[in-house]
């Protein structure tokens, strides 16, 4: 359906009467006519005085009108159902200082209201005005066309150093604070970075985000960088509306929040755009001389149309309030000081807002004709990027553990699985400059000594941060976006629950930025799973699996290698990959008595697993239990004592991958792996699964594998651990040998 918009704005009478209009009309005509007084606290400041030049007021002037008219033609788009996006910028259109003052190639990640920051940058760089118009109007009407998110969202950013921001409040900041480390990192330690050596970073939110935890960790670790005299060059900008929605601020930031800060502060009113130009560009050159934060605050901001289209005002604010919001105009100072200064004249300022104005409506006239994302496989295959090609070393998925030939092996040629991780750490930071490692605790090895010795080994590359996993999690996706490749060590499972909102914006950037944005990285979640001595809150049995994210489980420290080596591949390859870490496997020696079969050796050089590997424990074709981590060595053991029972044909399957069933388990269940003896399938299942029951990982495999009937008929069950949390000392609620094996029970009994 074409959608002719010249035609459905001249039949509705009601645009004329919306607000954006009418001020957008009244401001035409102060334009033309050169009614453009300036506040009297603006009257001492010249060009000269905030060093400016006339093209840099000329393209910011340039700059707030496009913004400015972006947003009213994003508020008419939405009044005839062609728009969807309504966040607007009216009010902050002088925010497109930092566009102008900024390098090119510095970071720059923006608040979703500061839109004419990029609108500046992006003239600046010489981007034709009706490219850079339709590919903002095509954000709002959701084109698959949209550069930026390829229509999945309307967001800021795009280019190859606008960083795309959400819209959930302060989550931006962590990630400005890990690349101004991380590019730091990268030119100290002779990595490559697409920022040059002297970048700035420069974040911006409004403020009510500055009370956000994300945000005050941010600030607090930039803070406790400079203290530590580490370089740190990020400006944090924050434009003070007075409100965050409908929460009115009573004046908190200016009067309380900035006396809190260890950082330089730069303030400018946001009517008086030379002095907001001083204020940015004095902040952005402290920052980029002195590799330090500053903070820079544009004050009294007026919020002119309200949050969104959709924000009911009226609720809690008064007619007359909303009237002097929208009265308030700072472009006007610009273009107000462009015609004392003589940069440009009225009638010059007035033909250039009706051609903006125009070109606008033709922007927005293409956009909602052109393409949406209508296909579920468009949206699907932007989750993540593309797996490599499967290892040469891989040429069945199914591996079947030899245990004759591990036992004939000398002692000295095994080893637990810490050492074995360690070990493949270790490789890996040898083979790779741009890998890092950081995490809490990690440089002096950390709880388990899994990194003991590397920091020393790989000056730089091993690093602790503060115990804050928002900020770890954030500097991770920061660090990889400058080229960096991270491993990033959450010291116990749990404290991810800290860092939740960092980590799924890792999860989510491929998608949203259609492919063009990845987040390549190696979450290691260790502290999962069972343990005595930590209870709940450092053996947590529970996991998010959000889409875009590869998880897997290893249970001993030869699949451990050949898994790292792999997860390794693919987070060079753009994907994320969390490995979970069962402390109770760390040390582990034996599987019954002190038999020592839990001891392997180490993965040979060039031998890389594949994520669609399963390994197999016998070749019995009556019952498999299918598990992972901890639940391997239970369902061994559980095996043991059924064989003692009389009971042979027991098979366990270890299948690490918790993201989605891989190809091995596949093969195993329909009895089409290679070992397996005229196509014979397995006859009963048990899924035995070390997480939290209602929301285990093999609960999906199994809908999945049913779905598919792949499943032998009703003879299947699952068990998992209690739906509950473990007090302190005990095993009470994890996965048991006993749960196994009652399980088993009962699905040979049917």
């Not at 919020?303 to 105009?329: P, V």
């Not at 996991?543 to 998880?551: C, F, Q």
């Not at 392997?600 to 390994?615: I, K, L």
């Amino acid at each position: 359906m074409v959608h002719d918009l010249p035609a459905m704005r001249a039949e509705r009478k009601d645009i004329a009467s919306l607000a954006e209009v009418v001020q957008a009309t009244l401001f035409e005509q102060q334009l033309l006519s050169g009614d453009l007084e300036l506040p009297a606290s603006c009257e001492d400041w010249t060009l000269e005085r905030a060093g400016m030049s006339e093209e840099q007021l000329r393209l910011l002037v340039k700059g707030g009108m496009a913004t400015a008219l972006l947003h009213v033609e994003a508020r008419v788009a939405a009044l005839l159902g062609l728009g969807f996006y309504t966040i607007g910028p009216g009010g902050e259109e002088l925010a497109g200082v930092a566009g102008i003052a900024l390098r090119g190639d510095d970071g720059m990640a923006l608040h979703y209201r500061h839109t004419a920051a990029q609108m500046c940058r992006q003239i600046q760089s010489g981007k034709d005005l009706d490219e850079i118009l339709l590919d903002r109007a095509r954000g709002h009407a959701v084109s698959s066309l949209d550069p930026v998110s390829g229509g999945h969202h309307c967001a800021i950013g795009g280019g190859q150093y606008d960083f795309v921001v959400t819209s959930t409040l302060a989550s931006q900041a962590p990630q400005a604070v890990g690349r101004a480390l991380g590019n730091t990192l990268a030119h100290s330690i002779g990595a490559e970075s697409i920022l040059p050596k002297d970048a700035v970073n420069f974040v911006s939110v409004g403020d009510g985000s500055v009370n956000h935890a994300q945000y005050l960790a941010s600030l607090n670790q930039a803070e406790y960088t400079a203290h530590r005299r580490f370089r740190c060059p990020v400006v944090f900008a924050v434009s003070d509306n007075g409100i965050a929605i409908s929460l009115k601020g009573h004046g908190w930031l200016q009067k309380e929040f900035i006396k809190k800060l260890r950082m330089p502060v730069y303030t400018a009113s946001a009517d008086n755009a030379l002095e907001m130009w001083k204020a940015t560009s004095d902040a952005i050159e402290y920052s980029r001389v002195r590799r330090k934060p500053a903070f820079l605050l544009w004050k009294d901001v007026p919020r002119r149309f309200g949050h969104a289209a959709t924000d009911r005002q009226l609720a809690y604010m008064t007619k007359q309030e909303i009237e002097a919001q929208r009265a308030s105009n700072p472009l006007k100072s610009a273009c107000a000081f462009a015609l004392r200064e003589g940069v440009m004249s009225g009638e010059e300022m007035g033909a250039m807002w009706q051609d903006i104005w125009q070109r606008t409506k033709r922007a927005f006239d293409i956009a909602v004709n052109e393409p949406k994302v209508t296909e579920r496989s468009d949206v699907m295959g932007f989750v993540a990027q593309p797996e490599p090609p499967q290892p040469i070393s891989v040429n069945t998925y199914v591996r079947r553990h030899d245990a004759d030939a591990l036992a004939a092996m000398p002692p000295k040629d095994k080893n637990v699985m810490r050492k074995r991780m360690t070990q493949v750490f270790d490789e890996a930071l040898s083979k790779d400059p741009q890998l890092v490692y950081i995490g809490e605790d990690c440089e002096h090895g950390g709880y388990y000594l899994v990194t003991d010795g590397l920091a020393e080994k790989y000056p730089g590359r091993v690093r602790d941060f503060l115990p804050e996993e928002t900020i770890l999690v954030g500097a991770g996706i920061g660090y990889s976006q400058v080229g960096l490749l991270p491993i990033v060590e959450i010291p116990y499972s749990k404290y991810l629950d800290c860092g939740a909102d960092q980590f799924f914006e890792a999860a989510i950037m491929n998608w949203l930025t259609a492919g063009k944005r990845p987040n390549g990285m190696v979450i290691r979640l260790q502290g999962f799973d069972r343990g005595v001595f930590g209870g709940n809150f450092h053996t947590h049995n529970m996991l998010n699996l959000p889409p875009g994210m590869d998880v897997v489980c290893f249970s001993n420290g030869l699949d451990y290698m050949r898994g790292m080596r792999r997860a390794i591949e693919y987070a060079k390859q753009g994907r994320i990959v969390m490995s979970v870490d069962s402390t109770a496997l760390l040390n582990q020696r034996n599987i019954v008595g002190n038999d020592g079969a839990w001891e392997f050796p180490a993965a040979e050089e060039g031998d890389v697993g594949s994520f669609d590997e399963v390994t197999v424990y016998g070749s019995g074709t009556k019952l498999a239990i299918v598990t992972y981590g901890t639940g391997v060595l239970q369902a061994l053991q559980a095996r043991d004592l059924m064989t003692k029972s009389g009971l042979e044909g027991v098979t366990v399957v270890d299948c690490p991958l918790l993201s989605r069933v891989p190809k091995g388990l596949e093969e195993v269940l329909t009895g089409s792996c290679p070992w397996k003896q005229h196509g014979q399938g397995i006859e009963r299942v048990v899924f035995a699964d070390p997480c939290k029951f209602g929301q285990h990982p093999l609960g999906a495999t199994v809908c999945s594998l049913q779905a598919r009937r792949l499943l032998p008929g009703s003879y299947w069950e699952v068990v998992a651990a209690q739906p509950t949390y473990n007090p302190l000392g005990t095993y009470l609620t994890f996965l048991s040998v006993q749960d196994i094996l009652d399980a088993c029970s009962r699905v040979l009994s049917r």
